[in-house]
């Protein structure tokens, strides 16, 4: 629908009829588009702006007021972590429950109060429409140590979706394995693993995952965009698509025997306790050389102890008083290393070893309970 001039004001205002789309223009500096509706008491009412987004210079001022002219929700900038390296955030977008039944109005204008030709903008006026996006870093994996890479799963929300979120491989090749692939309610990312098949792979192998929820009773799939998270200056963060998830395998991965928990459920771990993890992992002579220490875990959760068994690994998981509250649930990511002994420099003592990564251990989902 288009917008019609004149609507400055609530005398000379355009009525609209939700859900709806408005494509309009701020046609003059100080120009201010008003929008009437009728809503009802406890109805949820987004207006969303697109204009910074589709290439025009408005910098939007977006309000919702009632009949009186009090202003009941009101936004400047919003920042959509789809928009890639855009670096000002200029659209507006306001979520709100509506108090009571009656009219209402919503104001769009530049909050530089500029105007003219390019200043388009297309207005969005309805109920909430729950929805997601996910984006995969890095865009690529290089596995050379053991057969397991950790990625970064990131949840987009929109319109107040706030349920959990499963995230899996589609059409993989045989013996492609993922873990820890629950996104947790209300969690925007959490880190995940892949394992490679224990087979040689030549060459860079191209994988697509897809992450399924449910909403309003509807199993909705959504497409896992591969992306490499880049900082650059103004909006430091941004997730860049990429083409494809590329995954190469070398060195001694190639060759490494599989490895894998031996439960794939949730560890649970009590406030102030303890919890055990199995690992199924062959040669245990390599084994008793490696190293394993949490990386980057939640505060309060420690690698207590790790005993080597005749086929695997038992991992030893406390949450002290520091933990998370009893219902967090995450994911673990275990890092395994050698230490690597320094020889003589210039007829000096040995130096100190030093650490060298070989990857981590597929993750380990887990939640803090109550003891």
């Known amino acids: 629908r288009a917008e019609v001039e004149p609507n400055n004001t609530v005398r000379d205002v355009q009525r609209i009829a939700p859900p709806v789309i408005i494509n309009g223009l701020i046609s003059r500096p100080g120009d201010v588009d008003v929008f009437r509706f009728e809503g009802r008491a406890g109805e949820e009412v987004v207006a969303e702006v697109y204009a910074r987004r589709l290439g025009s210079p408005l910098d939007s001022l977006l309000r919702l007021t009632d009949a009186s002219g009090r202003v009941l929700a009101w936004n400047d900038d919003h920042e959509d972590r789809e928009a890639r390296l855009l670096t000002h955030h ?27 030709d390019s200043y388009a903008y297309r207005l969005r006026v309805g109920p909430r429409r729950p929805d997601f996006a996910v984006r995969v870093t890095p865009s ?8 397991v890479a950790p990625l970064c799963v990131h949840v987009l929300r929109r319109d107040g979706f706030n349920d959990e979120i499963e995230v899996v491989l589609k059409d993989a090749p045989p013996g492609f394995t993922l873990s820890g692939g629950r996104v947790p309610s209300g969690r925007d990312s959490v880190r995940i693993t892949l394992a490679a098949p224990p087979r040689q792979i030549d060459g860079p192998v191209a994988l697509q995952l897809e992450a399924r929820a449910r909403i309003g009773g509807t199993m909705v799939v959504r497409p896992v965009v591969p992306a490499d998270d880049m900082m650059q200056a103004f909006a430091y963060r941004h997730l860049v698509p990429a083409r494809e998830l590329l995954v190469a395998i070398g060195g001694a991965a190639r060759y490494a025997p599989p490895i894998g928990l031996a439960d794939a459920g949730p560890v649970r771990i009590p406030v102030g306790g303890t919890a055990q993890v199995r690992v199924n992992a062959p040669r245990r002579p390599a084994l008793s050389a490696i190293r394993l220490e949490l990386f980057e875990p939640p505060k309060g959760v420690i690698l207590e102890d790790v005993t080597v068994e005749p086929d695997g690994l038992t991992l030893v998981l406390k949450a002290d008083a520091g933990a998370p509250k009893a219902g967090y649930a995450d994911n673990l990511i275990v890092e395994a290393f050698t230490e690597m002994a320094g020889g003589p420099q210039n007829g000096r003592a040995a130096n100190r070893g030093r650490r060298l990564s070989l990857g981590v251990l597929p993750a380990i989902p887990f939640e803090i309970i109550q003891r």
């Open 90 to 116: 200029a659209d507006s977008y306001l979520s709100t429950r509506l108090p009571k039944t009656g009219t209402y109005f919503v104001r769009l204008a530049d909050s530089q109060q500029h105007g003219g």
């Open 140 to 147: 690529s994996a290089n596995m050379r140590g053991l057969p």
